[in-house]
């Protein structure tokens, strides 16, 4: 199994060991989060990154990142709020959601928010009508392929509509500029990006074609976090990235935009839990925890996400539990079918904690289902 920085377990643990916050809790390491933001700014020197907000939406995490030069993607009037209050200039802001009310969209232009995703007809007349002559983009939808969370159904236009709609986005007032894609959250193949930025491409010709000529590329999400299983390297992501930029653009490529967010933040933390119960049902051990489904782990919908586990003080001979949550819900398993195994000697009351946790934890946490209340964080 693979396993996270060990610099960042170190950071997190001298942290642990004179603070006892109580459990479930998540610890975020802001110089992690700060030395991925330097990575991918290194290896991508000319592209603008849009930190997505709704990975961890922490304050001090968005400040980190703020004080590093990142700019925001934002999915809500909650998150534009946040990051103002934090004194971000709004010209630093992407309003991403293709799916906003106009109330919204009314509100982000008069703060000064000037760019806007959208991906259909109807999305494009709130944002005429609430941000006139804003800069827009189109989201075109293209496959998953191996994302661990594919995000291929929801969002995006075909990219054969794509050049359709920008030009009616000219047409309606607005300044239309490029095309967006996302291949998918934790995407572990490079080349998913290959083929998204040919479609995108074709969208670029297609509009040229009507006298329409976009700048913008925005590569979205998708680089990865270090989970159990191994990844490339983020060199690997760039090569091909870029392989697929000169295939298609040639020497003039587009002004590029990209929307990292686990991989900036999912490394930097753990979720701590404490067991709660260990009983048999059906000849197996069942590990019950405080965090669960509803508070931290939603990504295990599925057993999509395999975050590496630890039981900090039991080292001893292990075996395969089915690991389950607190709720009263039937749904509140975390691991069946994925090979966990934990230690012989685990006791209530133990520690486990979840590895690669930094994303998409608390900001998935319920408000009190069954009474529970969202999971804390803690950024050192």
């Known amino acids: 199994m693979m396993l996270p920085n060990l610099a960042t377990i170190a950071r997190i643990d001298a942290y642990l060991a004179h603070h006892v916050p109580a459990s479930p809790c998540l610890i975020v390491d802001l110089e992690t989060v700060r030395q991925r933001y330097r990575a ?49 200039a709004p010209d630093r802001f992407c309003f991403g959601n293709t799916i906003k009310p106009e109330t919204t969209i009314a509100a982000a232009h008069a703060q000064g928010i000037g760019l806007y995703a959208f991906d259909c007809e109807a999305e494009l007349d709130k944002i005429a009508s609430a941000a006139p002559g804003q800069r827009v983009f189109c989201r075109i939808a293209v496959h998953g392929g191996k994302a661990d969370w594919p995000l291929s159904r929801k969002f995006g236009c075909a990219p054969a509509i794509a050049s359709d709609l920008l030009l009616q986005a000219r047409a309606k007032g607005l300044r239309p500029i490029g095309v967006s894609f996302h291949v998918g959250s934790q995407q572990t193949d490079p080349e998913a990006w290959t083929h998204a930025i040919a479609h995108a491409a074709t969208v670029f010709r297609t509009c040229a074609g009507q006298g ?145 946790a930094g994303a998409y934890t608390a900001s998935y946490a319920s408000v009190e289902f069954n009474g529970f209340p969202p999971l804390q964080t803690h950024c050192i």
């Open 212 to 356: 329409l000529a976009l700048e913008l590329l925005n590569l979205g999400g998708g680089l990865p976090a270090q989970y159990r299983t191994p990844i490339p390297t983020l060199d690997q992501y760039i090569q091909t990235i870029e392989k697929a930029l000169r295939t298609q653009f040639g020497t003039t490529q587009p002004e590029l935009m990209i929307e990292p967010g686990r991989h900036l933040t999912g490394d930097a933390g753990l979720l701590r839990s404490t067991v709660l119960l260990i009983s048999q049902h059906d000849s197996r051990r069942w590990v019950y925890l405080d965090a669960g489904r509803y508070n931290g782990l939603a990504e295990t919908q599925n057993e999509a996400i395999h975050y590496p586990i630890r039981t900090p003080g039991r080292a001893g001979p292990a075996e395969p539990v089915v690991l389950a949550g607190p709720t009263c819900d039937s749904t509140d398993i975390i691991y069946d079918r994925t090979p966990t195994p934990l230690p012989l000697d685990l006791q209530i009351g133990d520690t486990v904690d979840f590895l690669t």
């Open 40 to 88: 991918l700014r290194d290896a991508l020197p000319q592209t603008r990154v849009y930190y997505a907000v709704k990975a961890n939406p922490a304050a001090p995490v968005i400040a980190a990142l703020a004080a590093e030069g990142a700019n925001f993607d934002l999915a809500s009037a909650g998150e534009i709020a946040r990051c103002l209050d934090l004194g971000i």
